[in-house]
């Protein structure tokens, strides 16, 4: 278990540290969609690094980046209009082209943050939360597989 949080966390630090490069030239809802994605991974990142043991376990943190990663799921179909792909985008036309799935996965995404806010807001421990937040992790991949550019 301690090994798949890991690898989540590893995700989290890598969407985090290449943000701030890739938004270089991006301009309207590029780039507000990409400095959404850069939040959605700080918020993860919070998370990871309670579950790691890095910071003392608190489950409001954890409960509040779950909601905001639920409301940036909320926003995703208004952030991807048609034809978005120009550079430095890194979404693949495949979203337009299977626009159903990529509504799927973003509803996906909200129902898996959602339900990591609430076993945060009745967790014990770390391990409560453990779950929820791989599968929130694994929604993303998921994700990201279908629709973004390989780097």
Do not use: Y
Request: proline share 5%; charged share 25%; net charge negative.
């Amino acid at each position: 278990m301690q090994v798949e949080v890991l690898k989540v966390s590893l995700i989290c630090v890598a969407l985090s540290a290449g943000a701030a490069l890739a938004h270089t030239g991006a301009t309207g809802v590029v780039k507000q969609r990409m400095e959404m994605m850069g939040d959605i991974a700080a918020q993860m990142k919070t998370v990871a690094r309670i579950l790691n043991g890095q910071d003392q376990f608190n489950p409001s943190p954890v409960a509040a980046s779950a909601k905001r990663i639920a409301e940036h799921a909320e926003m995703f179909e208004e952030m991807f209009p048609e034809g978005t792909t120009s550079s430095p985008s890194e979404a693949l036309p495949e979203i337009w082209i299977n626009w159903d799935e990529f509504e799927e996965q973003a509803d996906a995404m909200k129902s898996s943050a959602l339900a990591l806010a609430t076993a945060a807001e009745t967790a014990g421990g770390p391990l409560d939360i453990k779950k929820p937040f791989r599968q929130l992790g694994m929604s993303c991949k998921s994700c990201h597989q279908d629709f973004r550019q390989k780097k």
